[in-house]
């Protein structure tokens, strides 16, 4: 029982460089969502996705880009890091309704 | 501007009490609404949801409350067990919509005294 599988759980990142979260879903389901948690906040939606193909922006997509070639995977890249994109990422996936969350990426930009 | 609103940061409770979370809405094109719970380390996870055609939904000591004319639910825990303690996120939809993403409130942190 997979479901949703966030890759790397932690990273810390120098102000500038790039890197791509990764999240997988096996149990088929269409729609893909990117959250943010900072503290003391709730879910901030980054990017999400309808299908494979279709992608669109969330509240703060900002500094972040995403792509859907395939119904399972749904990367998030960012390419100019900044502090303040230290969060933790939540991915997630849904059929409808009720959404299934990743264990989450902890994000450090220094 | 917080379309979903738990105004309350915390909440601490007896063991075997009754636990009330509340959350305020400010969309009246939200039509569903989840609780999700949070324990720290951990992806939120689903808890109990209701639909606007339902004013109540119960499933074993959880129950969601949803004031439509209000724009108000709440999330009832009876009798509250230490391993409730975690954050508890209301979330709100338009499953109407094209696409079920959520809009989540800022959470409270619920904490049971054994």
């Known amino acids: 029982n997979a479901g949703v599988t966030q890759t790397p759980k932690f990273r810390i990142l120098k102000i500038g460089q790039s890197m791509t979260l990764q999240c997988a879903q096996d149990?088929?389901?269409?729609?893909m969502y990117w959250y943010r948690q900072d503290p003391g906040m709730g879910l901030k939606l980054i990017y999400y996705?309808?299908?494979?193909?279709?992608?669109d922006k969330g509240e703060v997509p900002n500094g972040y880009n995403v792509s859907r070639s395939t119904t399972e995977d749904f990367p998030l890249r960012l390419e100019l890091a900044a502090p303040s994109q230290t969060s933790v990422y939540f991915c997630?996936?849904?059929?409808?309704?009720?959404?299934?969350f990743g264990e989450g990426s902890r994000l450090t930009v220094l | 501007d917080q379309q979903v609103k738990q105004n309350s940061p915390s909440l601490s409770v007896q063991e075997g009490r009754i636990s009330i979370l509340n959350c305020d809405y400010t969309?009246?094109?939200?039509?569903?609404f989840l609780w999700y719970k949070k324990y720290p380390a951990e992806g939120p996870t689903f808890l109990i949801s209701?639909?606007?055609?339902?004013d109540k939904n119960e499933d074993g000591r959880f129950t969601v409350f949803l004031n439509k004319s209000a724009k108000h639910l709440s999330l009832h825990i009876v009798p509250s067990q230490p391993g409730d303690s975690a954050v508890y996120f209301c979330?709100?939809?338009?499953?109407?919509?094209?696409?079920?993403?959520?809009?989540f409130g800022k959470g409270i942190t619920l904490s049971v005294r054994p």
């Open positions: 997630a996936s849904s059929y409808v309704g009720e959404l299934f």
């Open positions: 149990m088929n389901h269409n729609y």
């Open positions: 996705s309808v299908g494979a193909g279709i992608t």
């Open positions: 969309n009246s094109m939200f039509d569903y």
């Open positions: 209701i639909s606007s055609i339902k």
């Open positions: 979330a709100a939809s338009s499953i109407t919509g094209a696409n079920s993403k959520l809009t």
